[in-house]
Every structure is written in C-alpha cells, then in structure tokens.
C-alpha cells in the first residue's frame, strides 16, 4: 500500500498539471472531513532548483 505522502504528492502533481494546462496558478475548493466543513486553497509559486529541499 502507498504511503499517504506518495499518494499526496501524486494528487497534487496532477492538479498542478491541470492547473498549468488551463493557465491557473491558484484553486480552491470546499471539502467535508469528520463532519467539518474546510476551504482548500492551493497557489502554484515557481521556485528555482537552488531553493528545493536537499531531501528531494
């Protein structure tokens, strides 16, 4: 079984492709999770390979 951090990371690389495609930088969304209501919001920074993490 995948691990929650793959399956995220997989989820959020589709929606950032989609997001591009249609020229988006930003979302958001409303979603229920244990009887609460949550607004999502997801906004696309371009960042430079000199400022990723070392671990990726």
Same mark, same amino acid.
């Given at each position: !079984? #995948? @691990?929650? &951090? &793959?399956?995220?990371? /997989?989820? /959020? @690389? =589709? +929606?950032?492709?989609?997001?591009? @495609? *249609?020229? =988006?930088? =930003?979302?958001? @969304?409303? $979603? !229920? #999770?244990?009887? =609460? ?6 906004? +696309? $920074?371009? $960042?430079?390979?000199? *400022? /990723?993490?070392?671990?990726?």
């Amino acid at each position: !079984m #995948a @691990t929650l &951090h &793959h399956d995220l990371d /997989l989820a /959020l @690389t =589709q +929606l950032t492709e989609r997001l591009l @495609t *249609q020229d =988006q930088t =930003q979302a958001t @969304t409303y $979603v !229920m #999770a244990k009887g =609460q209501f949550y607004r999502a919001e997801l906004r +696309l $920074v371009p $960042v430079s390979p000199d *400022q /990723l993490p070392s671990d990726i």
